[in-house]
């Protein structure tokens, strides 16, 4: 019936469920990566208007039903943006279901939805994201998260110069347009602007999404949160911080410069710097005793005697009734592509990779690259 099937199998480059008559086959998918897809299509209605005249949270009926992973799904992938404000473009953050065995990794990254998914200028941390979206694709975080066997051919193999090539792209663009940033500073565009502000803002709440009624797209109430929607926050979002990266760009607003031109006056640094509202009740915790103040001179690697044997964290201390206080949410892996992009600035890639990778220092990260080093010309 397809006699050409075999061959192609053993490239890896297609799989046929057949279909007999009056047959429904659930085909399986091996994989599905998004990058900050959003809830919901149509026309937005603000969200004042929707709590106190009750109207619906779009006037079409274009929504995304259901975030409920299915079991056909073999890995899911998304990369979620941790500052966008846009109403409308609430995330569909997925869940597992009782039973469900679907490999799910959700990461969050600094920046609007375009930062994270692409289409901006200034493409520094759209390829951060695009980096860790290869790691997922080419199986290496399924590989190393199950201990599995890898068989190239289950993934997608990727070109190993393709990052370099958008390295280059952006280091080129921004000899047009300087200062050139570091890895996890690049340029956070305000996504929320006239005439898209006036549908509402909405500050976005990782680990503590609620279930959603799937039929009226409407959270069915506070009593319910979504579980098992694996969620990480991605090393750049603490390089970030701890680096000094500022806020949302470009032209800041009369009221902004006037705080600027106040802390400069109080001898503070006078912009303002990235503390991403979504992560406002959530602690880091990477060895910094505090995060409210710019030093260049931080070192990135952890160093608390409790916090030297792990990577990095993040401890809800808000107040939520169904959130404990306590909550974690761990810092990503960083992957072989990740890796890669960040070796280009080698000003701090040493530092971010020992503390993600939970080693106390850069030189214990070195000791233990010199062991696999001497361990290979060993073999």
């Known amino acids: 019936m397809y006699p050409l099937l075999p061959v192609l199998r053993s490239f890896g480059l297609t799989h046929i469920v057949p279909i007999r008559e009056n047959e429904q ?7 599905i990566g998004c990058w900050d897809t959003v809830g ?26 259901d975030t409920r992973l299915s079991d056909n799904i073999e890995n899911a992938f998304q990369a979620l943006a941790l500052d ?23 990461t969050w990254f600094p920046g609007a939805h375009s930062n994270v998914g692409g289409s901006y200028d200034d493409t520094s941390t759209a390829d951060i994201s695009l980096a860790w979206m290869m790691d997922q694709l080419s199986g290496e975080s399924a590989k190393h998260a199950n201990n599995m066997t890898l068989d190239k051919k289950d993934w997608i193999e990727f070109y190993d110069d393709y990052l370099d090539t958008q390295q280059e792209l952006n280091r080129v663009w921004y000899q047009g347009h300087p200062p050139a940033r570091g890895w996890s500073l690049g340029t956070i565009y305000n996504s929320f602007t006239f005439p898209q502000s006036l549908a509402g803002r909405v500050v976005r709440t990782p680990g503590r999404y609620r279930v959603t009624n799937s039929l009226t797209c409407a959270q069915k109430n506070d009593c319910v949160l979504m579980k098992d929607t694996h969620e990480f926050i991605h ?20 009221w902004t410069r006037f705080v600027q ?25 990477d060895g910094h005793k505090h995060h409210n103040e710019f030093s260049i001179n931080s070192r990135l690697t952890t160093g608390g005697a409790d916090e030297s044997v792990r990577a990095p ?3 809800w201390i808000g107040k939520d009734a169904l959130l404990p206080s306590g909550r974690v949410l761990n810092e990503d892996r960083l992957g072989r592509f990740e890796l890669q992009l960040l070796r280009h600035h080698e000003d701090v890639a040493a530092e971010i ?12 990260l070195r000791r233990v690259q010199e062991r696999v080093a001497r361990r290979s010309v060993t073999v």
């Open 25 to 31: 086959r659930d085909v399986p998918i091996r994989a």
């Open 40 to 65: 919901a299509l149509g026309i937005p209605i603000n969200p004042v208007l929707q709590k106190h005249l009750g109207l619906p949270s779009f006037l079409h009926e274009y929504k995304w039903l």
């Open 84 to 106: 966008e404000h846009r109403a409308p473009f609430s995330p569909a953050v997925w869940e597992k279901p009782t039973g469900n065995h679907t490999f799910l990794r959700q």
């Open 235 to 254: 090393a750049s979002v603490r390089a970030r911080v701890d680096l000094g990266g500022t806020a949302s760009e470009p032209e800041p607003s009369n």
């Open 261 to 285: 031109w106040l802390r400069k006056l109080l001898g503070r640094d006078g912009r303002l710097l990235y503390r991403p509202e979504s992560l406002q009740y959530w602690k880091l915790h």
């Open 313 to 315: 964290w993040w401890e």
């Open 353 to 364: 990779e020992a503390s993600n990778k939970g080693l106390a220092s850069v030189e214990e």
